[in-house]
C-alpha cells in the first residue's frame, strides 16, 4: 500500500500519475454520459423523437447503470482491477464510439442502455483502486481527486461540442466518437502507469470498530428507511437537471445552441461549488457545538431552500432571473448529496460496499423511471415547467425524512465528507 510521502507531505510520483488516471476516467466517464444532453436537440429532430422517447434513453441507461453497479461492485472484489477497470472502459468508449454511427432510435435507444451498463464499472473500480493504492491517510486526498473529474467532464464536454459543431459545423455524431477515442488512450496510460502487485496487497488492519456502539435493530431500520427515501428523490432529481436542461433551454425558451453549451458548463461549475459548499458548512457547524445529525440536516435544508426556486420556473420567461433560478438550483441538487454520503457511512463501517451498492441500485432503478415519466408528463403538458416544478419541492420530503427517520447521536462522529453522483 501506498501512502503520502513523508516528511514532504507529497504524493509519491506514481501515485500521482495513477491519481490523475483516476481524474481522467471520471472526466472520460461523465463527457461520456452528458455528450447525448448537450445534443438532445439535434438528435431529437434527426429521429423525429418527443419528449417521452428521448425520457425513455435516459430511463434505460438508468436500468442497466443500475444492473452494472451490482455486477462490477461484486467483481471489483473478485477480480484484479488493474485489468477489469480497462476491461469496462473499454466497452464503455466503443459503445459510445459506436452512438456517432446510430441509424435510428432503436440503435440509439441499444447503445444508450450499454453504456450506462459498462460505465457503472468506473466507480466500484476507482474506489476499489484508491482503497489498495493509497493508505488510511491520504485516501481522503485520492477520492477528493477522483471525484474532482467528473465536473472536468462535465465543463468540458458542451466546450467540445461547440467546438465541434459551431465552430467547425461538424455532425453531432463527431463527438460521441472523439469521446470514444480518448477512452482508448486512457487505457494505454493506465496499463503502462500500474503494476500487478498494486493490487494485490495485504489486507489492512485497524480500520474496524472505531470505538462506535452497534445501533439497535431499530436504528438500523430507520436509517435503510431514510437512505433509501432520500437517495431516490435526491438521484432523481439530479438526473433529471443534468439530462434536461440543456433541452428545456432551447426547446421552451429558445437559448440558441451556442448559448445552451456555454450555459451548461457554467451550470455544472456552479453545481461543483454548491456540493463542496455544503460539505464544508456541515463540518463547521459540527465545529460549533451541533450534533452531527443536525448539522448535516441544516445544511440539507439549506440546499433544499435552493432547490425550492424551481418551483417558480412556470411562472419565469427566459431571461438572467431564469438562468439565476438554474444555477441556484443546481449548486443546491449537487450539495445534497455530502450529506447523504455522510448518513450513509454510519449504517454500517464493515460493509460500506454493500450499503453503497443497494443504494444505488435502488435509486438508479427509481430515476430511470422517473426520466420517462417526466418527458410524457411535458408532451402532456407541452411544457417542462411543471415537471422541474415538482422536481424542486420534492426535496422537502427528503429533508423530512432525514430529520424524522434518522435516530440521533449515538457516539461523536466527524464532519461529513464531500461527494459526487454516478
Same mark, same amino acid.
Given at each position: *500500500?501506498?501512502?503520502?510521502?513523508?516528511?514532504?507531505?507529497?504524493?509519491?510520483?506514481?501515485?500521482?500519475?495513477?491519481?490523475?488516471?483516476?481524474?481522467?476516467?471520471?472526466?472520460? %466517464?461523465?463527457?461520456?454520459?452528458?455528450?447525448?444532453? %448537450?445534443?438532445?436537440?439535434?438528435?431529437?429532430?434527426?429521429?423525429?423523437? %418527443?419528449?417521452?422517447?428521448?425520457?425513455?434513453?435516459?430511463?434505460?441507461?438508468?436500468?442497466?447503470? !443500475?444492473?452494472?453497479?451490482?455486477?462490477?461492485?461484486?467483481?471489483?472484489?473478485?477480480?484484479?482491477?488493474?485489468?477489469?477497470?480497462?476491461? =469496462?472502459?473499454?466497452? @464503455?468508449?466503443?459503445?459510445?464510439?459506436?452512438?456517432?454511427?446510430?441509424?435510428?432510435?432503436?440503435?440509439?435507444?441499444?447503445? #444508450?442502455?450499454?453504456? +450506462?451498463?459498462?460505465?457503472?464499472?468506473?466507480?466500484?473500480?476507482?474506489?476499489?483502486?484508491?482503497?489498495?493504492?493509497?493508505?488510511?491517510?491520504?485516501?481522503?486526498?485520492?477520492?477528493?481527486?477522483?471525484?474532482?473529474?467528473?465536473?472536468?467532464?462535465?465543463?468540458?464536454?458542451?466546450?467540445?461540442?461547440?467546438?465541434? *459543431?459551431?465552430?467547425?459545423?461538424?455532425?453531432?455524431?463527431?463527438?460521441?466518437?472523439?469521446?470514444?477515442?480518448?477512452?482508448?488512450?486512457?487505457?494505454?496510460?493506465?496499463?503502462?502507469?500500474?503494476?500487478?502487485?498494486?493490487?494485490?496487497?495485504?489486507? #489492512?488492519?485497524?480500520?474496524?470498530? %472505531?470505538?462506535?456502539?452497534?445501533?439497535?435493530?431499530?436504528?438500523?431500520?430507520?436509517?435503510?428507511?431514510?437512505?433509501?427515501?432520500?437517495v431516490i428523490i435526491i438521484n432523481t432529481v439530479w438526473q433529471i437537471l443534468r439530462a434536461w436542461i440543456p433541452l428545456i433551454l432551447q426547446k421552451e425558451h429558445g437559448y440558441t445552441e451556442t448559448?445552451?453549451? @456555454?450555459?451548461?458548463?457554467? @451550470?455544472?461549475?456552479?453545481s461543483d461549488v454548491g456540493c463542496l459548499a455544503s460539505g464544508a458548512l456541515a463540518w463547521w457547524l459540527a465545529l460549533q457545538g451541533w450534533s452531527v445529525k443536525w448539522s448535516r440536516v441544516a445544511?440539507?435544508?439549506?440546499?433544499?431552500?435552493?432547490?425550492? +426556486?424551481?418551483?417558480?420556473?412556470?411562472?419565469?420567461?427566459? /431571461?438572467?432571473?431564469?438562468? !439565476?433560478?438554474?444555477?441556484?438550483?443546481? !449548486?443546491?441538487?449537487?450539495?445534497?448529496?455530502?450529506?447523504?454520503?455522510?448518513?450513509?457511512?454510519?449504517?454500517?463501517?464493515?460493509?460500506?460496499?454493500?450499503?453503497?451498492?443497494?443504494?444505488?441500485?435502488?435509486? @438508479?432503478?427509481?430515476?430511470? #423511471? $422517473?426520466?420517462?415519466?417526466?418527458?410524457?408528463?411535458?408532451?402532456?403538458?407541452?411544457? $417542462?415547467?411543471? /415537471?422541474?416544478? =415538482?422536481?424542486?419541492?420534492v426535496t422537502l420530503v427528503a429533508l423530512i425524512a432525514w430529520a424524522i427517520l434518522w435516530p440521533g447521536d449515538r457516539t461523536a462522529d466527524a464532519g461529513p465528507d464531500t461527494g459526487r453522483p !454516478?
Amino acid at each position: *500500500m501506498i501512502g503520502l510521502g513523508s516528511g514532504a507531505g507529497q504524493l509519491p510520483r506514481r501515485v500521482a500519475v495513477i491519481a490523475g488516471l483516476l481524474l481522467a476516467a471520471s472526466a472520460i %466517464n461523465y463527457m461520456d454520459r452528458q455528450t447525448l444532453a %448537450n445534443v438532445a436537440k439535434r438528435v431529437t429532430e434527426e429521429f423525429s423523437l %418527443n419528449n417521452e422517447q428521448y425520457g425513455r434513453l435516459e430511463e434505460w441507461f438508468g436500468y442497466a447503470f !443500475a444492473a452494472g453497479s451490482l455486477l462490477f461492485g461484486i467483481l471489483a472484489d473478485r477480480m484484479s482491477v488493474r485489468w477489469l477497470y480497462p476491461a =469496462a472502459l473499454l466497452a @464503455w468508449s466503443l459503445v459510445g464510439f459506436a452512438t456517432g454511427y446510430a441509424r435510428d432510435y432503436d440503435e440509439l435507444l441499444l447503445c #444508450r442502455t450499454a453504456l +450506462g451498463f459498462f460505465e457503472a464499472a468506473h466507480w466500484p473500480c476507482a474506489l476499489k483502486t484508491t482503497q489498495l493504492l493509497i493508505s488510511t491517510k491520504g485516501r481522503a486526498l485520492g477520492n477528493g481527486i477522483l471525484q474532482s473529474g467528473t465536473s472536468i467532464g462535465s465543463i468540458l464536454t458542451p466546450v467540445v461540442m461547440w467546438w465541434i *459543431m459551431i465552430r467547425q459545423g461538424q455532425s453531432w455524431r463527431l463527438g460521441f466518437q472523439l469521446v470514444g477515442l480518448v477512452g482508448i488512450a486512457w487505457i494505454v496510460a493506465w496499463i503502462a502507469a500500474t503494476r500487478a502487485e498494486d493490487f494485490h496487497v495485504a489486507p #489492512r488492519g485497524g480500520d474496524a470498530g %472505531n470505538g462506535d456502539a452497534a445501533p439497535s435493530r431499530s436504528d438500523t431500520i430507520r436509517r435503510w428507511g431514510a437512505v433509501l427515501v432520500v437517495v431516490i428523490i435526491i438521484n432523481t432529481v439530479w438526473q433529471i437537471l443534468r439530462a434536461w436542461i440543456p433541452l428545456i433551454l432551447q426547446k421552451e425558451h429558445g437559448y440558441t445552441e451556442t448559448e445552451t453549451l @456555454w450555459f451548461t458548463a457554467l @451550470w455544472f461549475g456552479i453545481s461543483d461549488v454548491g456540493c463542496l459548499a455544503s460539505g464544508a458548512l456541515a463540518w463547521w457547524l459540527a465545529l460549533q457545538g451541533w450534533s452531527v445529525k443536525w448539522s448535516r440536516v441544516a445544511t440539507f435544508a439549506i440546499c433544499c431552500l435552493l432547490c425550492l +426556486g424551481l418551483v417558480a420556473v412556470p411562472r419565469l420567461q427566459a /431571461g438572467p432571473v431564469l438562468l !439565476a433560478v438554474l444555477l441556484v438550483a443546481g !449548486a443546491g441538487a449537487l450539495g445534497l448529496f455530502p450529506i447523504y454520503y455522510s448518513f450513509t457511512q454510519d449504517i454500517s463501517r464493515h460493509h460500506q460496499g454493500l450499503v453503497t451498492g443497494l443504494a444505488s441500485f435502488v435509486a @438508479w432503478i427509481a430515476s430511470a #423511471r $422517473f426520466q420517462k415519466l417526466f418527458g410524457r408528463l411535458a408532451d402532456q403538458t407541452q411544457s $417542462f415547467s411543471v /415537471g422541474m416544478a =415538482a422536481a424542486g419541492a420534492v426535496t422537502l420530503v427528503a429533508l423530512i425524512a432525514w430529520a424524522i427517520l434518522w435516530p440521533g447521536d449515538r457516539t461523536a462522529d466527524a464532519g461529513p465528507d464531500t461527494g459526487r453522483p !454516478a
